[in-house]
T-cell receptor, first 117, second 111 residues
């Protein structure tokens, strides 16, 4: 089965702790994305990567870091600098690096719910 | 710059009645447009996408959307709502290297 997996499903973080969310895809997609979702606010882009060993900041990158060492993996680290990390985190991937005129949709993982204790 | 606007944050319908979720877009060229559905605590699932091949697009679960260039709209419809349609729906377009999301419409289906 092709798809995107995220783990863990639920994650709890203590104050001052870094945590890493996993995202893996076996769709052979070039592009991968991380979004944060808060109640009533839709999806906000944290980071995206068009190709291995390259990534760009999205709209709310402060307090987060990523790596893209392998095509199929795009882990997100929520650092202690992120003051309000409680949210639902979604990972996605798509075929095309340049989405303009591509008509290629994103495929989403099931999400990770992060809660700060 | 590309953008999408979902005109209603909440929509309530009775089971068996039609559904209309509204989305307007802004684009300097022929856009790619998508509708996604999200059930609580789940990821997003693609319902349908506009690829310029046809203005009326049929998707999964009986949903369809019509691309109207003159009105810059891409509204999502379904003839008869089912309880399982209760969810949040997102209209999305693509920009350069990333996607642009609407703020979402929460659909409530009343028994």
């Amino acid at each position: 089965d092709g798809g995107i997996t995220q783990s863990p499903k639920y994650l709890f973080r203590k104050e001052g702790q870094n945590v890493t969310l996993s995202c893996e895809q076996n769709l052979n997609h070039d592009a991968m994305y991380w979004y944060r979702q808060d109640p009533g606010q839709g999806l906000r882009l944290i980071y995206y990567s068009q190709i291995v060993n390259d990534f760009q900041k999205g709209d709310i990158a402060e307090g987060y870091s990523v790596s893209r060492e392998k095509k199929e993996s795009f882990p997100l680290t929520v650092t202690s600098a992120q003051k309000n990390p409680t949210a639902f985190y979604l990972c996605a991937s798509s075929i095309a690096r340049d989405t303009t005129l591509s008509y290629n949709e994103q495929f989403f993982g099931p999400g990770t719910r992060l809660t700060v204790l | 710059a590309q953008s999408v606007t979902q005109l209603d944050s909440h929509v309530s319908v009775s089971e068996g009645t039609p559904v209309l979720l509204r989305c307007n877009y802004s684009s300097s060229y022929s856009p790619s447009l998508f509708w996604y559905v999200q059930h609580p605590n789940k990821g997003l699932q693609l319902l349908l996408k506009y690829t310029s091949a046809a203005t009326l697009v049929k998707g999964i679960n009986g949903f369809e959307a019509e691309f109207k260039k003159s009105e810059t709209s891409f509204h999502l419809t379904k003839p008869s709502a089912h309880m399982s349609d209760a969810a949040e729906y997102f209209c999305v377009t693509s920009g350069t290297y990333k996607y642009i999301f609407g703020t979402g419409t929460r659909l409530k289906v009343l028994a």
